[in-house]
């Protein structure tokens, strides 16, 4: 029987629409003779959809009507298995849709890459690809990777976290920052990406419209000191804790100064046709025309890189993603400070756009077996898990009573 791959998009998220470019190539690179696949959109109102017409990327400019044609569903566990069931059940009749061996969730950022989706699987218990829980979490939050790829030696650019409610007190705010970093700096909310919220400040009154800006998004922000001599290179890496390889390098091009939601997006800048750059690319495209999902975003593959940096770049990728604790395939991005010839880790998306598989394949790894090594590691991740001691046979609760002053002699001694 083939195993059957739910791929998971979508969601209530700033990236919504990328992820659905995303997934549907992936959907279209999937090797049918092994893998019934099964295409699960998940609307930005946090409802499950399956049928024919999700996996066509032409339906999705009219989505009420694509809704309308398609079967909402849902997650059951039933003993040793996961169903879809149609939702709302039918009175008569059989609701099952199809059962589920493993979860490809292919989504961009917050409320679904950041291990909240994670979460969703692992309470089910099916196995799913990529990254747990915790390194999801990690990958979406700067500060938090910062930290822990500090904690390992790896080098990333000093920064400070506010909340909005240090806003409130935007001078001291401000004072802060200048104390601490020369101008120019770089506000970015702490948790978004495809460079939302970001900009530089080159002073104090473009401080003060980079922070207003920042908090509209989010209710914490991250500030560092800006590269001015800036060349950005991103590389990819497969595996997990015990194995892991880089891919080739790319380097961007776009990035005159920021590289912003309109050049990874949207061809030809501002009002051009929506493509898909930074995050989607490749000519395996879903769809065609505007939707190619080739890159507006002008890369270099490989990146014009010297021997010896090249092999930086990919030990430092793969020790950034050990370090984090990933699994599957995860894009880590890095900055080099031309001025003095230093490499720091920007950030790591640990469900790159397109599955970064235009970077394996020059290395001779197609997409679908890259495909196929990230299913492998879930399997092999869940397998793993398995054999984790789960219940811890006591007698605990044997006669334990309930109830304040009346009083069981039992306390939770956590
Ligand atoms: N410290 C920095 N100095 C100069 N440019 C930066 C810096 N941090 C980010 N950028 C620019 O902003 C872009 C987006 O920032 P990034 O941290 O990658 O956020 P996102 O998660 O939104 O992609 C980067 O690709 C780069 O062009
Ligand atoms: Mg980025």
Redesign the pocket.
């Known amino acids: 029987m083939k195993l059957r791959i739910a791929v998971v998009f979508g969601g209530r998220s700033t990236e919504h629409e990328i992820s659905v470019i995303s997934a549907l190539q992936a959907v279209q690179s999937m090797d049918t003779e092994k893998y019934e696949v099964i295409p699960v959109y998940l609307t930005k109102t946090s409802e499950f959809y399956v049928g024919k017409g999700i996996a066509d990327i032409e339906n999705y400019s009219h989505i009420p009507e694509l809704l309308k044609n398609a079967t909402r569903v849902i997650w059951v566990r039933e003993g040793s298995r996961v169903n879809l069931y149609r939702f709302p059940m039918k009175k008569f009749g059989d609701s099952l849709v199809s059962g589920v061996d493993v979860v490809l969730p292919i989504v961009h950022g917050t409320n679904v890459e950041d291990g909240t989706l994670q979460g969703f699987f692992g309470t089910l218990n099916i196995p799913y690809a990529g990254c747990d829980v915790c390194s999801s979490a990690l990958g979406m939050n ?1 500060y938090a990777m910062k930290a822990v790829l500090e904690q390992n030696g790896i080098p990333v ?1 000093p920064c400070s976290v506010y909340t909005w409610k240090e806003y409130e007190e935007s001078d001291a705010l401000m004072k802060d920052i200048e104390d601490r970093y020369a101008y ?3 506000v ?2 702490l948790n ?7 900009s ?1 400040a080159k002073d104090r009154a473009s401080l003060a419209d980079a922070l207003e800006l920042a908090f509209e998004f989010t209710k914490t922000i991250l500030v ?5 001599e ?1 060349r ?1 290179i991103n590389c990819a890496v497969l595996g997990d804790y015990e194995k892991a390889e880089a891919s080739e390098c790319e380097e ?1 091009l776009n ?1 005159e ?4 939601f309109e050049d ?1 997006y949207m061809s030809g800048g501002k009002g051009g046709a929506k493509t898909a750059g ?1 995050k989607t690319a490749g000519a395996k495209a879903a769809g065609g025309g505007s939707k190619s999902g080739m890159a507006s975003l002008q890369r270099r593959l490989p990146a014009d890189l010297t021997p010896a940096r090249r092999d930086e770049v990919r030990k430092m990728a793969v020790d950034t993603f050990k370090a984090l604790g990933c699994s599957g395939v995860a894009r880590i ?1 890095f ?1 080099i400070d031309k001025s003095e010839d230093r490499l ?1 880790v ?2 790591i ?1 640990t469900i790159p756009g397109s599955m970064s598989f235009y970077l394996w394949e020059p290395l001779g790894i197609s997409y679908p077996q890259l495909l196929d090594r990230v299913i492998e590691l879930a399997l092999k991740k869940q397998r793993e898990e398995e054999k984790m001691v789960f219940t811890f046979d006591s007698n605990v609760l044997a006669g334990v009573k309930l109830g304040g002053s009346k009083g069981g002699s039992k306390t939770a001694g956590k």
């Open positions: 700067k650019l120019p700096v770089i970015k909310p978004l990406g495809s460079s939302i919220g970001i530089k560092e000191p800006a590269i001015t800036l950005e961007p990035a100064d920021i590289l912003t990874k930074a991005d900055m720091y920007n950030e998306n």
